[in-house]
């Protein structure tokens, strides 16, 4: 059974909290778009998916909470403005991640539209944005199954040098349930492959310095019983190096795809890019299309996130008391005092680098002219 990271019934929203994990499985509920935004601002919840879905249902949860209390404004226009200051504000809390701002833009549309229908109640604007908010969760575990299923079987055709053979996967930061609203994107093509029994063997690096692939990306792998191994950043050009069980594929997810291709993803990325050029290898991007967003021109007009330096000083994990044998979650640091720390959160893979991006639509290659043309996935 696949992870649930994200938990929705009738108007109340509950999520796993990412920072315990793998030690301690804890949901804790979400009840106003605030709580959203400080889940999302201290990576409580993370992954460029599953970011956009918390903070649509924080809102839905917020109005169902006021619906039920009668506490709505009284005019269907105050509503309106009210739900719209709301969704800038859940956008303000992690900007590279297209899928937020799609989602809110999408969101302020639907609401818009109801609260200029004739004779439109408070009650049924607000209705509005909870099915919406509703309907996303939904849409969201369709696209990452067809995403699992496209990308599997392009690795088969694409990526293995002979048939019958299994397939030998790479794959970077957590993109499975917990980045998404389950099944995932890129560790879904993966869970596709191990479903369709042509999985030979996966890897995830640590992806430090906030280590989603040991704690998360690991936590699933084991959690689904996938054949899997944990390497850290820098063993990944010595694994792409070996001939014996050689890497098929590294499959990565996005925070943001631009026009042209480049692609926004965990810091790390662009060096895996790199290193699967050098070796041969297959490099393939998986995102759902709300990821990709064709009014950014390139990577270079992306804005990158910055991180606190104290993610790169210090680790968390579980503690052994050497007297008692007891564990415990702590923090240790394990860098020099005073020492200067640049920490972004993504970094920016050129397209020329991809061979392809897994969307629920298909996987767009490039062109005769050796380029993406993503445009023509949304027609």
């Given amino acids: 059974m696949v992870l649930e990271a994200?938990?929705?019934?009738?108007?109340?929203l509950s999520i796993i909290d990412q920072l315990q994990l793998p030690f301690v499985e804890q949901y804790f509920e979400i009840r106003t778009s605030?709580?959203?935004?400080?889940?999302?601002?201290?990576?409580?919840?993370?992954?460029?998916?599953?970011?956009?879905?918390?903070?649509?249902l924080s809102l839905a949860s917020e109005l169902q909470g006021l619906l039920t209390e009668n506490k709505l404004p009284p005019r269907?226009?105050?509503?309106?403005?009210?739900?719209?200051?709301?969704?800038?504000?859940?956008?303000?809390?992690?900007?590279?991640a297209v899928n937020l701002s799609d989602a809110a833009r999408k969101l302020e549309a639907i609401v818009s539209?109801?609260?200029?229908?004739?004779?439109s109640t408070p009650q049924e604007v607000a209705g509005a944005l909870i099915q919406?908010?509703?309907?996303?969760?939904?849409?969201?575990v369709e696209d990452n199954t067809r995403i699992g299923d496209n990308g599997a079987k392009w690795i088969v055709a694409n990526a293995l040098s002979s048939q019958g053979q299994d397939a030998t996967v790479l794959t970077h930061c957590n993109t499975g349930s917990l980045a998404t609203a389950g099944y995932g994107t890129a560790l879904g093509v993966i869970r596709s492959l191990h479903s369709s029994h042509v999985l030979k063997h996966a890897y995830c690096t640590e992806t430090r310095p906030y280590n989603q692939g040991s704690r998360l990306t690991a936590f699933e792998l084991v959690h689904d019983n996938i054949p899997a191994t944990l390497i850290t950043d820098s063993m990944?050009?010595?694994?792409?190096?070996?001939?014996?069980g050689r890497v098929n594929a590294i499959v990565v997810g996005a925070d943001r795809v631009a026009a042209n291709g480049d692609t926004a993803n965990k810091i790390g990325t662009y060096g895996l890019a790199v290193l699967a050029k050098y070796h041969r290898v297959k490099f393939l991007v998986a995102a759902p299309l709300t990821t990709i967003d064709l009014a950014t021109n390139s990577g270079d007009n992306i804005?990158?996130?910055?991180?606190?330096?104290?993610?790169?000083?210090?680790?968390?994990?579980?503690?052994?008391?050497?007297?008692?044998?007891?564990?415990?979650?702590?923090t240790v640091q394990i860098a020099a005092d005073g020492i200067n720390v640049w920490n972004p959160a993504f970094d920016v893979t050129p397209a020329e680098l991809i061979d392809g991006i897994i969307t629920e639509?298909?996987?767009?290659?490039?062109?005769a002219d050796g380029r993406f043309h993503l445009e023509g996935l949304f027609e």
């Fill in 6 to 12: 994200i938990r929705y019934n009738d108007g109340k």
């Fill in 303 to 330: 804005v990158i996130e910055e991180r606190p330096a104290s993610e790169v000083t210090r680790i968390k994990g579980s503690q052994e008391d050497d007297a008692t044998g007891d564990s415990r979650l702590g």
């Fill in 236 to 244: 990944a050009a010595a694994l792409l190096a070996r001939n014996e």
């Fill in 34 to 56: 605030e709580e959203g935004w400080q889940a999302i601002k201290k990576m409580q919840v993370r992954g460029a998916p599953a970011i956009a879905i918390v903070a649509a």
């Fill in 76 to 96: 269907a226009e105050e509503v309106e403005a009210f739900i719209i200051e709301r969704l800038a504000y859940l956008v303000s809390s992690r900007p590279t």
């Fill in 113 to 119: 539209k109801k609260s200029k229908t004739p004779e």
């Fill in 361 to 367: 639509k298909g996987v767009a290659e490039k062109g």
């Fill in 132 to 140: 919406a908010a509703e309907s996303m969760l939904e849409k969201d």
